[in-house]
């Protein structure tokens, strides 16, 4: 088993920058690929970055190009999501996810471990 172990939500005005962190543990023996998907209430999900095990590949989703910025640490296991010019529109809950035994980017429905999701909250 994977665990994922989001951190970094919270309350931020529009224009502020959180930075998100995601540390993943357990039996993990081969190469991953991370992610972050956000929903909002009454929303469906959206992959709003994605990156490959090397960290050389990256995917932005439209909405947040320019604004968020993924990487990882692969020595410690951990992905990060820069997020800054936050906007009221970002505010969701934010899941980091992985893909075993993968080194390329993946897409939303690909990933088979799920973190318990953080809280980011964006004032107008």
């Known amino acids: 088993q994977v665990q994922l172990e989001e951190s970094g939500g919270g309350l931020v005005q529009a224009g502020g920058s959180l930075r998100l962190s995601c540390a993943a543990s357990?039996?993990?023996?081969?190469?991953?690929?991370m992610g972050w998907v956000r929903q909002a209430p009454g929303k469906e999900r959206e992959l709003v970055a994605a990156?490959?095990?090397?960290?050389?590949?990256?995917y932005d989703a439209d909405s947040v190009k320019g604004r968020f910025t993924i990487s990882r640490d692969i020595a410690k296991n951990t992905v990060y999501l820069q997020m800054n010019s936050l906007k009221p529109e970002d505010t969701a809950v934010y899941y980091c996810?992985?893909?075993?035994?993968?080194?390329?980017?993946?897409?939303?429905?690909?990933?088979?471990?799920w973190g318990q999701g953080t809280q980011v909250t964006v004032s107008s």
């Open positions: 357990g039996r993990i023996f081969s190469t991953y690929a």
């Open positions: 990156i490959n095990w090397s960290g050389d590949n990256t």
């Open positions: 996810a992985a893909r075993l035994s993968t080194s390329r980017l993946v897409t939303l429905g690909e990933y088979d471990y």
